[in-house]
C-alpha cells in the first residue's frame, strides 16, 4: 500500500468525527443557512472528505462511494430537520419604533456636478450646450486652428494618436486634447450663421500626469460669433461665470499669452476667495510685503483657470465665416480646475477625482 493510502477504518474515523461535530452544531442550534455552507457547501466539510476518494485503493473505492453517500444522506437530512433559520425571528425582539436603515444611494460625480452647473450657468445668459467627438481628425483638433502640420505650438498639447488610416484632408485620428475642436465644428453644424453661443464640455486627453493634470480630464470651452463682437463681451461673461460660480464678489482678470487660435490671446485668472486677491491674510496695508501673512492657497491672489481671446480671423475662415464681417471670443478651461478651487472644497490634487476612493467621493 503507498504510505499516503487511507483505509476504510481511517475513512469511517474521519466521517465519525464530521458526525459529531454537526451533532454539536444542532445543539448549539446554529442557523440551517450556517450548517449548509459549512458541511455542504462547495468547500464544506463534505466536499473535503470527498476528496479521499482519490486516496483510497482501488478495490476500496466502491465501499468508499456508499460511505460517502450516506453520510451525505444523512447530513443533509439532520440538517432540513433541523428548526433554526437565520430569518427566523421568533426570539428576537423587534423594536418598531425605532428607526430604518437608510439604504446606501449614489450621487452624481462632483465633476459631473460642475458640469452640470457651468451649463447652467452659460445657459442662462443663451450658450447652448454642444457636444462634438472625442476621437477626432487632425484638422478639427489642430489645422483647422491655425495650427498647420508640424507647427511648433502643436508640442504643447501632448497628443495621444489613434492607429488608423490617414485622411488626406482631415489628416491623423487623435485623441482630443482640448475642448477647441468644437470650434470650427460648431461653426459648420450651424452653416456659418451667426449668432453663434456655444458652450462645448468635454472629455480631453494629454500625456501629462502630475497633482494638476491628469491624462484624461474635461473642459469647457464657449465660443460666441456675431457682428461688432469684441474683448470686452468677454471680459463681461468672465466676470459673470466668475460671481456665478465662486460667489459675489469674485473678480476675473485677464493677462497676455499666445495661442495659435486667437488674436489677441489671453490667460485667465480668478481673485482667490480666501485672500480675495490680495494674496495676503492680514490687511496691513502699510506693512512691508515680506512681513505679511502670505495666503497659501494662491500664493498671489489669483488662480489660474485657463485660456481666452479673440477667435483668430484664419479659424472664422476656416469655419465658412467673413472675418471682415464677423468677429467672435472663445474662452476654454479646466473643468477640474476650475471646480477644485471653489470655496471649502481644499483638494490639492486633481488625481483625487478619479481615484475612485469612495471616502473621498462621499463627500460631495
Ligand atoms: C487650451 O487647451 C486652449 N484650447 C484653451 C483656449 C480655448 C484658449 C479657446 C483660447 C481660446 P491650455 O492648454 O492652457 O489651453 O488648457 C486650458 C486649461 O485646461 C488649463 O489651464 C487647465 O485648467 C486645463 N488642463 C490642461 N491640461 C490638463 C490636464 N492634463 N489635466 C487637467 N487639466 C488640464
Request: charged residues 30%; contains cysteine.
Amino acid at each position: 500500500m503507498k504510505a499516503n493510502m487511507i483505509t476504510i477504518a481511517e475513512l469511517k474515523q474521519k466521517i465519525a468525527e464530521i458526525k459529531s461535530q454537526l451533532e454539536a452544531d444542532l445543539i448549539q442550534n446554529l442557523a440551517k443557512e450556517e450548517l449548509r455552507i459549512k458541511f455542504l457547501a462547495k468547500k464544506g466539510l463534505f466536499n473535503e472528505l470527498a476528496k479521499i476518494i482519490s486516496q483510497v485503493k482501488p478495490s476500496d473505492k466502491k465501499e468508499t462511494g456508499q460511505l460517502l453517500n450516506e453520510v451525505k444522506t444523512e447530513i443533509t437530512e439532520s440538517i432540513e430537520k433541523s428548526t433554526k433559520s437565520s430569518s427566523d425571528s421568533k426570539n428576537k425582539w423587534v423594536d418598531l419604533t425605532a428607526p430604518g436603515i437608510k439604504p446606501k444611494t449614489g450621487h452624481m460625480h462632483p465633476v459631473s456636478q460642475a458640469m452640470e452647473e457651468i451649463t447652467q450657468i452659460f445657459e442662462r445668459i443663451g450658450f447652448s450646450r454642444s457636444r462634438y467627438p472625442e476621437v477626432d481628425w487632425d484638422w478639427y483638433v489642430f489645422e483647422s486652428l491655425n495650427m498647420p502640420k508640424n507647427h511648433p505650438a502643436r508640442d504643447e498639447w501632448e497628443t495621444f494618436f489613434i492607429d488608423a488610416p490617414t485622411d488626406k484632408k482631415m489628416g491623423k485620428v487623435v485623441l482630443t486634447t482640448h475642448t477647441s475642436n468644437g470650434q470650427v465644428r460648431e461653426m459648420e453644424r450651424l452653416e456659418s450663421k451667426p449668432p453663434i453661443r456655444m458652450i462645448n464640455i468635454a472629455r480631453c486627453y494629454r500625456r501629462q500626469q502630475d497633482a494638476t493634470h491628469t491624462q484624461m480630464f474635461h473642459q469647457f470651452e464657449g465660443l460666441v460669433i456675431d457682428k461688432g463682437i469684441n474683448i470686452q463681451n468677454l471680459k463681461g461673461t468672465l466676470d459673470y461665470f466668475a460671481e456665478q460660480f465662486y460667489g459675489p464678489g469674485t473678480k476675473s482678470r485677464i493677462r497676455p499669452f499666445h495661442f495659435q487660435f486667437t488674436e489677441p490671446s489671453l490667460e485667465v485668472d480668478f481673485s482667490c476667495h480666501i485672500c480675495h486677491g490680495t494674496g495676503f491674510l492680514d490687511d496691513k496695508t502699510e506693512t512691508p510685503e515680506d512681513q505679511r501673512q502670505k495666503c497659501k492657497f494662491c500664493k498671489s491672489g489669483w488662480h489660474e483657470v485657463g485660456g481666452a481671446g479673440m477667435v483668430h480671423p484664419n479659424v472664422l475662415k476656416a469655419g465658412g465665416f467673413n472675418p471682415d464681417i464677423y468677429t467672435g471670443f472663445a474662452f476654454g478651461w479646466g473643468v477640474e480646475r476650475t471646480y477644485t478651487l471653489k470655496e471649502g472644497l481644499n483638494i490639492d490634487d486633481i488625481r483625487l477625482l478619479y481615484s475612485g476612493d469612495l471616502r473621498f467621493l462621499e463627500q460631495f
